[in-house]
């Protein structure tokens, strides 16, 4: 399965963005794509009318669930909610997309961004939990790793605190 995050241009400078660590993990079947309101990228609007792709994204349109049968390639918005919303509103490629919605097992461990949705898992934990679902459970753990790692905080790295 492939992966496309389609990253607004905030999120790629941010060092909170999960985005890198899934195509780091991923490798080649991951890529990070600055979304771009006017140029939708040519051949992800391709795979889209093609079939065989689904956007990983909140609401009830299209959704069946978790079922990726027949899923080739996952599109996830890289970004804040926020920006996710606008991101869907204004690219009408998107919302021609099959629309799948997460049912995660667990809440979200990510802790480096203030007013997070409850039910909300970041850009990381959406891949981890589509890796598990789709049996490639050696993926999601080397990624679970990263992500760990990643949000750890300084001080439980160091054992030092602030002041230290």
């Avoid at 780091?24 to 792709?53: C, K, M, Y």
Wanted: charged share 30%.
């Amino acid at each position: 399965m492939k992966f496309t995050l389609l990253t607004h241009f905030k999120e790629l400078e941010k060092r909170s963005n999960t985005g890198r660590l899934v195509v780091d993990v991923l490798g080649s079947r991951a890529e990070q794509i600055r979304w771009d309101r006017t140029r939708p990228p040519a051949r992800l609007v391709e795979e889209i009318e093609a079939g065989g792709v689904a956007l990983i994204y909140p609401g009830t349109a299209d959704e069946t669930g978790g079922d990726l049968t027949g899923i080739r390639h996952v599109i996830l918005i890289d970004s804040t909610w926020h920006e996710a919303r606008k991101i869907h509103q204004k690219s009408p490629y998107l919302q021609r997309a099959r629309r799948i919605g997460l049912k995660p097992a667990t809440r979200s461990v990510y802790n480096l961004r203030r007013n997070q949705k409850e039910a909300g898992l970041c850009t990381a934990e959406c891949v981890i939990e589509i890796l598990r679902s789709t049996g490639n459970h050696e993926e999601a753990k080397r990624l679970q790793e990263q992500f760990l790692a990643f949000i750890r905080p300084l001080d439980a790295v160091s054992g030092k605190g602030e002041d230290a």
